[in-house]
């Protein structure tokens, strides 16, 4: 019927487990329940197909070749720059530049506009909950430029201190580099109020949005939130390692110096001068990771034809269920309590370390992480080395969770007897 939207059912939930293969096999002698998607997510049938079928048929260098199948790969290559688009609401495919993943993306950034339009003492607005990729880039700026970076703290429930952040814009504000949700935390950051807010204060400051967990979790559309710059990875997203995502606005990447010099990115190369293609290219040098772009397309393509609304409703039923049963638990403490929440659930417990509490899920069949996450300075601020934390995907379910439950309980006879 015109105009209804079929909702996926539970069971076109589970319908969709048995398209990612390696969550059929048995792990230590049980069900694997596969609760680190955070880290990086499964791939369906379809992003392994795509890939081999990338190497195995379509496969040759793109762009430079006059024969058909090069010109093939570059259409399929050239393919996934406009899904990427139209997944993130860009308004053109030339605003998405292909990087190995969010971490060169963000370095791209910072060492391609920071080092053109930053100078000593210019300030850099991040979070206390950033993942090490969006800390390191700037502290090298700092190094290299003097620029000072400014730190928005984390409340005790996991949000941001959002008075803190209207205090910290001053008129030496360049940037602001924030994650869209905590992977430590699942926290969603207001971020379109940390645009705004920014944009208020002073139009010219940019905001660069780390998106590495919310494009997995969520829709996102970059024109609906107003950042100059969004930043995410292929392996979160259902898709091949290798690839990631920068998005900038066409006229701010235009206006931005190469990152890396070499073939592919050039208009003219003398050796008394050379001139650069227009972005994306000029920040593409070199050979991409062209099976992966391929593949992450039919990623785009699989998690599209579910709908990020539904996967998010999904993940959020199974949240809601997870930190219920998890609650239950003596002794537990819990990080990332804050209203707005991704499915990702961090707790430390007073009668077991993470790492043997990791251990003992690892007997049970569920894989989940351990430690900082890559978040150290935000580990700090609480107190505490490490979590235990539980991710969900779109093919989590509830034997999962009942999995994880189980094995927490026997964590739990185990050591704090
Ligand atoms: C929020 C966030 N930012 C950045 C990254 C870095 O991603 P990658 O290692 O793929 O560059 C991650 C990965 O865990 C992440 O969760």
Known sequence: MAGVVKMPSQNDFARYRDDF???????????????????????????????????????????????????????????????????????????????????????????????????????????????????????????????????????????????????????????????????????INPVETIIRKAKAYNADILVLVDGSQSVTHMPVNVLGLGCDFFAFTGHKLYGPTGVGVLYGRAALLNAMPPYQGGGDMIETVSFAQTTYKPAPARFEAGTPAIAEVIALGAAIDYVAAIGMDNIAAHEGMLLASLVEQLETVPGLTFYGTGPDKAGIVSFTADWGHPSDIAMILDQCGVAVRTGHHCCMPLMQGFGVEGTVRASLGLYSNVDDIISLMNGVTKAHKLLGA
């Open 21 to 187: 293969p390696v969550l059929a096999r048995p792990m230590n002698g049980q069900k694997l329940a596969y609760m680190d998607t955070a880290s990086s997510a499964q791939k369906p049938r379809a992003v392994i197909d795509a890939l081999r079928e990338a190497l195995d048929r379509d496969y040759a260098n793109i762009h430079r070749g006059l024969y058909a199948l090069s010109q093939t790969t570059t259409q399929k290559f050239e393919a996934t720059r406009r899904k990427v688009a139209d997944f993130i609401g860009a308004s053109s495919e030339n605003e998405i530049v292909f990087t190995r993943n969010t971490t060169e993306a963000i370095n791209l950034v910072a060492q391609s506009w920071g080092r053109t339009n930053l100078k000593a003492g210019d300030e850099i607005i991040i979070s206390g909950m950033e993942h090490h990729a969006n800390i390191v880039p700037w502290q090298l700026l700092h190094d290299q430029i003097g620029i000072v970076l400014k730190i928005i703290p984390v409340l005790p429930n996991g949000t941001l201190d959002m008075d803190a952040f209207d205090g910290l814009l001053s008129d030496r504000t360049r940037f602001v580099s924030i994650v869209h949700v905590s992977n430590a935390l699942g926290t």
